[in-house]
């Protein structure tokens, strides 16, 4: 296999990855453990599903200005921003919407 038109400045990493690469030139001990990982991403996915439950729960009871039917909310995979949609013809109508506090 072979990579054309590689360029070193496009690959991206996690601040951890980064983090521990630059530890690796200096005489300085990684001082997070993989438990410590594994627990932050569970922390992490706790978290989103906790937020995804909120917003579920605030936005349930919106309607479509345009048919009345019920929106639904979702979270844009680009950016991470939420909206709401008309439930029943997917565009007909959408809106940011703010993120629920804890």
């Known amino acids: 296999m072979t990579v054309v038109n ?3 400045n496009e690959i991206k990493t996690s601040e951890k990855v980064q983090k521990f690469y630059k530890l690796l ?3 300085a001990p990684y001082s ?3 438990s410590d990982t594994i627990a932050e991403f569970d922390k992490s996915q706790k978290d989103k599903h906790q937020l995804k439950k909120r917003m579920k729960q605030r936005y ?8 009345f039917a019920r929106c639904s909310v979702n979270q844009a995979k680009k950016d991470g921003r939420w909206f709401i949609v008309c439930s029943v013809v997917y565009g007909h109508f959408f809106q940011w919407v703010p993120v629920t506090p804890h």
């Open 25 to 27: 030139n200096t005489d």
């Open 6 to 8: 590689f360029n070193p």
């Open 32 to 34: 997070q453990t993989w």
């Open 60 to 67: 349930k009871d919106d309607k479509c200005p345009n048919c």
